[in-house]
Structures are given as C-alpha cells and as structure tokens.
C-alpha cells in the first residue's frame, strides 16, 4: 500500500521534512516513489508546499496520507508548486 508520509531531511535541531509518496513498510528515511512537496516548521508561519495535481493523483490511485500530512493540509494555506506552462 502506498502512503503520502513526511521525509526527515533537515540537520540536528534544524527540522526540514519533505512530503513524499513511498511504500507503507518502507522505513521512514528510506526509498520513496516520488516527491511532492515540502514542509518547514521552523519560519514563521510555517511553510508548506505541495504539488496538488500530484497529490490528488496519487490518492486517486489508492495512496493514503498519513495523520500528519492530512492534518497539515486541512490546517493550512498551501502554495501551490509553479508548473512548467502547457505546451500550445
């Protein structure tokens, strides 16, 4: 099964996490399946930003967030990842 999950990257003291699509038995700094965003508790506010095609792309294909990642969605404003413009 897969789980949309947060990815520590940050130093010690210095927490930095990246929002991440990854096998549900994979550990949690281990192999992912792709990136689709980033969230930083330490600015004031914190800043989270996602890539919501991605995201509703990967629930509608059976991925589940975790409570945490749901939890950081419902409450705060996201900014949504620039996009390459579409090709006319």
Do not use: C
């Not at 281990?30 to 980033?38: A, D, I, K, L, Q």
């Not at 990642?69 to 579409?86: F, G, K, N």
């Amino acid at each position: 099964m897969l789980v949309i999950r947060l990815r520590s990257a940050g130093s010690k003291n210095r927490p930095f996490y990246r929002v991440v699509v990854t096998e549900g038995k994979s550990a949690r700094d281990g192999r992912f399946v792709e990136v689709v965003g980033h969230y930083n508790p330490r600015t004031k506010p914190e800043t989270l930003v996602l890539d919501k095609d991605r995201v509703a792309h990967w629930i509608k294909s059976g991925a589940q967030p975790s409570d945490t990642v749901r939890t950081l969605i419902d409450r705060m404003p996201v900014a949504v990842a620039a996009e390459a413009p579409a090709a006319s």
